[in-house]
């Protein structure tokens, strides 16, 4: 009876731990390029690509962005007019020099190449992201 009560038990937390750790990715190959690149820059401590985490999925990215041409980028100011500029060059600027308010009220995402270091690879992962098709 115990017995048969735990292997219930186990059977279930197994399958939690597989949806915990099924694949998580866009609707097309991630180059290797951009996932090394992600790894390294650390956003996947805060964002998944389905999965929401800290910071929106990059799927719903893509999805509120996608036919955007520009994007106005207001820092942690969210009641500041914003400055307007181009969508990827706005993105970047936002990944790069961090800000909050376009997700959720209460977490920012901190500054995360304040000088401008890794520009190019930021611009590479925006542009990737921008590139994921609705999901089916
Ligand atoms: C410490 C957690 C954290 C890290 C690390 C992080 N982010 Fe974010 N990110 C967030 C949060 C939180 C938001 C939502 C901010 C908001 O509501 O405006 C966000 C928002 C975004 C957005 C949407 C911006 C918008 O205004 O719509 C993109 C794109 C993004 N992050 C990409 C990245 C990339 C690329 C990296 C790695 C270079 C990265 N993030 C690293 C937490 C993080």
């Given at each position: 009876?115990?017995?048969?009560?735990?292997?219930?038990?186990?059977?279930?937390?197994?399958?939690?731990?597989?949806?915990?750790?099924?694949?998580?990715?866009?609707?097309?190959?991630?180059?290797?390029?951009?996932?090394?690149?992600v790894k390294a820059l650390g956003c996947d401590a805060c964002h998944g690509w389905e999965r929401t985490k800290f910071g929106?999925?990059?799927?719903?990215?893509a999805d509120r962005y996608r036919n955007q041409a520009t994007?106005?980028?207001?820092?942690?100011?969210?009641?500041?007019?914003?400055?307007?500029?181009?969508?990827?060059?706005?993105?970047?600027?936002?990944?790069?020099k961090g800000g909050k308010g376009e997700w959720n009220e209460y977490i920012p995402m901190a500054p995360n190449d304040p000088n401008g270091v890794h520009a190019k690879e930021i611009t590479d992962i925006v542009n990737f992201i921008l590139s994921v098709p609705p999901k089916k």
């Open positions: 009876m115990v017995d048969s009560r735990m292997a219930t038990v186990l059977a279930s937390m197994v399958v939690f731990s597989a949806a915990a750790y099924a694949e998580d990715t866009p609707g097309i190959a991630i180059p290797p390029a951009i996932q090394s690149e929106p999925s990059w799927q719903n990215v994007y106005v980028y207001k820092g942690f100011n969210i009641n500041s007019v914003g400055e307007k500029l181009p969508l990827v060059q706005g993105l970047v600027t936002k990944i790069s």
